[in-house]
């Protein structure tokens, strides 16, 4: 008896229903950024996170060539506890604090690592996690681990979390955690009030700034510094796989919060540093963030400009002023419908399809770098909507 079959089954529906994810290799285009190398053909990319356009930037390569040029070596081989702590990163870690306006920072290896330590960290049994419905699967993974109660309110709905706070006087700690800007569906999360409610029902407040540093803020902080809550953020996590161009991630706020993460993240304690390189890559990208108001201007611009003519055109846009631009096709058929036609206008744009959002509001999420020009995405725009019409997805 083959006891692995069940996965066949399984896989066969998935594939049935459109829902089956494979691997495709993909490069990148030496010669023309902001386009990506798919099976032969040039495709312009609107499916990275790679929002100010860094992750081919010289300056990062060579630090991270620097760092390996002085043999810091191409594995910390040990984890930061023992003896993995290599200088880049105690550099690193103060500097993103200065830039953060708190006392203190955490490098872990991703972010993905950094929201399942943290919350574990934070809270465990007889506590409660308020969580926005959308926030990252990391978010939703972390507190499953944590066996905390997980409380999960209507997206951006504020009234319906207080009205869960209000039911949760029993709970030890109370922790409230959202993403700042939400990855599927591009908008924003209404911080002021979230601090507000933090500080009526006495709750801590974390916030996953993965798709706003870099972007918003007066050097890329993020939301929160945007919107002037930061000192009200307990804890702030941020990656440095999007808008950095590099990878790892960060967790920042105040001394005592990071003394006790350094016991308690288990993603850190039982896990190997990040490759000094890097940390050598973030902390030389970190610089040019904070001075990047070109490219941070130039994609706001482009983001506004990109969202208004596809809405004008007819498709459902979702709203928000991010660089995250999701147009919902409905099924995962039709996103897959539409996927096709845009590949065979030149453009790539992933289908975000069930369980990552709800059935029924299938789509196909644009994210756009300052890498991207004014032209260039104008022309897209046009393709995109041409696109729709063949998936049928524009009457
Ligand atoms: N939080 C959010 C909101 C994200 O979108 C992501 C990445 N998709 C993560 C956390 C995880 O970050 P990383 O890719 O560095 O693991």
Redesign the pocket.
Known sequence: MNTMSWIDNELRALEDESLERTLADTGVSRSLPGHLMRGGQTLLDLTSNDYLGLSRHPDIAEAMRGALRAKCGSGAAASRLLTGNRPPYSELEAELAAWQKKEASLVFA????A?LGTIRALVGRGDAVFSDRLN?A?ITDGIILSRAGHVRYRHNDVEHLEHLLKKSDKARRRLIVT?SIF?MDGDSAPLHKLVELKHNYGAMLMV?E??AEGVYGPSGEGLCHAMDVHREADVIMG?F?KAFGVYG?HITGSRTLIRWLVNKARPLVYSTALPPSVAAGIFRALGIVQTAHDRRNHLQEISGRFRQKLAQAGLSVMPGDSPIVPVIAGSSRDSLRLCEALERHGIAAPAIRPPTVPAGSARVRFSLSAAHSDAVLDKAAESIVSAAEEAGILA
Do not use: I, P, W
């Open positions: 991703n972010g993905y690592m929201n990252h990391s993403d990855s996953d993965a798709h990656t796989s991630a």
